[in-house]
């Protein structure tokens, strides 16, 4: 095994490993301010007035169809406000989530070809790393439950998106576009 003393002032700092890409995070802004620019009011998502029970099965899917591209933006609020919820009412999964984005940052971060000396004297390298990453992720999702809280946030989400698609009806102007077509 070949061993290479690397300097303090040649390895990076802790900071590195967990610092977003400035045009991954410009990306992600610009996403986002583009969604929430797309939200229907609240008056309109909550209208009581548009709110029935559908007639048929057929009624309920033409509704569901039309409501999930028209009120797109603000079902993926409501999904990103379960997983928010999901995540704080569940600390060790966000814990979990966080300690595997340090670990999976910090292994690329590391120079593919150089191995690197980990506390303990172990000199490993980049992929070295990786199957021993995959199984530390594996037992940690495992014992903080990610595969029912990911059940529970799909079957919430569908259940409350899919009630809220169905029983609204489209707006008038969504009939009269229907129609001039």
């Not at 814990?95 to 980990?118: C, H, Q």
């Not at 946030?153 to 489209?170: Q, R």
């Amino acid at each position: 095994m070949v061993t290479v003393a690397t300097s303090a002032a040649s390895r990076p700092d802790l900071g590195s490993y967990v610092r977003i890409d400035p045009q991954t995070w410009e990306t992600v802004k610009a996403q986002g301010q583009a969604r929430f620019a797309g939200l229907k009011p609240v008056s309109e998502f909550f209208d009581r007035n548009r709110m029935s029970k559908p007639q048929s099965l057929n009624v309920f899917t033409t509704r569901l169809n039309f409501n999930l591209i028209y009120f797109q933006n603000n079902y993926i609020l409501i999904t990103l406000l379960c997983t928010i919820y999901l995540l704080f009412t569940n600390l060790s999964l966000l814990l979990g989530i966080l300690f595997l984005i340090g670990a999976f940052k910090f292994v690329n971060s590391m120079n593919p070809n150089e191995p690197t000396r980990l506390p303990g004297g172990v000199m490993v390298t980049r992929t070295q790393l990786y199957p021993a990453l995959v199984f530390i992720a594996i037992l940690v999702l495992w014992f903080t439950s990610a595969t029912s809280a990911i059940f529970w946030l799909a079957s919430v989400c569908a259940f409350i998106i899919a009630i809220h698609a169905g029983f609204m009806e489209p707006p008038v102007e969504a009939e009269f576009a229907e129609q001039q077509v």
